[in-house]
């Protein structure tokens, strides 16, 4: 049975107000601003989700941000949400395990294998690096994120998300393409 707040195709929102930090000396200094840098967000967004949604954040290792008491792993993933990037540029957005872009792990491999036209073992490639080491993935909207707007997740199986990736680059996804497949909205 799933957790309440982790139902799949269900977007969740939740507004915050402001992120602050309580000094042992008394004052507080409000930080919020810091919830729109990536490096700074990542990880407080994470256990956000896994506070809201029931799961526990994976002490074990592996490549899952998550798992629920099954043992089923999630990948945690954020995408810019259209209520404050709504240009077509930003819809299309990264997916794939980190080691599958850039420089890092795989990223050149991958790349090669595109531009030449082999997107079958480029796929492989990301399945084995980290799609077919989680159950679901988790998108939240904290790319770029302001509290001005709500807080917003959802879960997507691992098969609808290998079933939506682009057809060109097995690490990317749309965003639009995502967020159609929502089915409720619930307000936390």
Known sequence: MPDPYCLPFTLYELDIDSLTLNLSTGPSLDVTATLSNGRASY????????????LRE???GGSSDLIDHEGRGYEVKSYRDPELWPKPAADWFHTGA???FGPNNHGPRIKKLLDAGDYAQALEICKLSGFDKNAFYIYTNTSGYDASIPFRYFVIPTETVLATVSKSDPRRISRRALLAMLTDTVRL
């Open 43 to 54: 990880i407080l967004f994470q256990h956000l989700v896994s506070r809201l949604s029931g």
């Open 58 to 60: 994976n002490s074990e």
């Open 98 to 100: 980190s080691s599958t």
